[in-house]
């Protein structure tokens, strides 16, 4: 299947970590991406991390990949109000032929309180 | 570097018209481009996969009549909605895909908002 699911909503106050978690079922992927998009306006890549990684970390953004259970999360540490929009997470299937589609996770609003 | 961009930003017409979106890579060349449209508080849905020389790749459930695809040149594709109903109101965002992209990152435009009446 192609079925890639995060958690609907997360509220974390300004300061503190968040932590956005995304499932993924296709074991063949060979990236898997964050995006961020805030209202009315299209994604901003945030990064990306190879499959045979377990972690990567960008400044304020770490992503942790865990292979065998299929799950990635994306850490971004002293969350800012400009941090609040909807983080949609991605995966590249080795099967999506030659022009290698992303499928999209259902994204996640993280909204930031003052 | 990598920049994207969409024209027009949003437009509104009168159903039964046909109307183009722009898609356009400003600073580097994609053989590649993504067009996906967005319902609110959804998803991207993938509609087709634009290949500069040849024609697009559609997803299933998309019509290819009606949503025509272009891929010009290495810059630039475009979608024309033709004969628009209400129900193509939607969000519509391309993506471009950089040729030396280790990763095959796709980085997006800003989005065209069609409304329909």
């Known amino acids: 299947g192609e079925d890639v699911e995060q958690s609907l909503f997360l509220s974390v106050r300004e300061g503190d970590s968040s932590v956005i978690n995304c499932t993924y079922t296709?074991?063949?992927?060979?990236?898997l991406y964050w995006y961020k998009q805030e209202p009315g306006a299209g994604l901003q890549l945030l990064t990306y991390?190879?499959?045979?990684?377990d972690m990567k970390q960008d400044q304020r953004l770490t992503v942790l990949l865990n292979k065998k259970d299929k799950h990635l999360s994306l850490r971004i540490a002293d969350t800012q109000t400009g941090d609040s929009a909807i983080y949609f997470c991605a995966e590249r299937p080795m099967g999506g032929g030659a022009t290698n589609k992303l499928i999209f996770g259902t994204g996640t609003l993280l909204a930031v309180q003052p | 570097g990598a920049v994207v961009s969409q024209h027009p930003s949003w437009v509104i017409c009168k159903s039964g018209t046909s109307v183009k979106i722009e898609c356009r890579s400003l600073?580097?060349?994609?053989?590649?481009m993504f067009w996906y449209r967005q319902f609110p508080k959804q998803s991207l849905m993938l509609m087709a996969t634009?290949?500069?020389?040849?024609?697009?790749?559609?997803e299933q459930g998309v019509e290819k009549d009606k949503f025509l695809i272009n891929h010009a040149s290495l810059t630039l594709s475009t979608l024309t909605v033709t004969s628009a109903h209400p129900e193509d109101s939607s969000f519509y965002i391309c993506?471009?895909?950089?040729?030396?992209?280790?990763?095959?990152?796709?980085?997006f435009g800003p989005g065209t908002r069609l409304t329909v009446t």
């Open positions: 993506s471009a895909r950089v040729d030396s992209g280790r990763a095959g990152e796709q980085y």
């Open positions: 634009s290949n500069e020389g040849s024609k697009a790749t559609y």
């Open positions: 991390i190879f499959s045979n990684m």
């Open positions: 600073d580097f060349q994609a053989t590649t």
């Open positions: 296709d074991s063949s992927s060979t990236y």
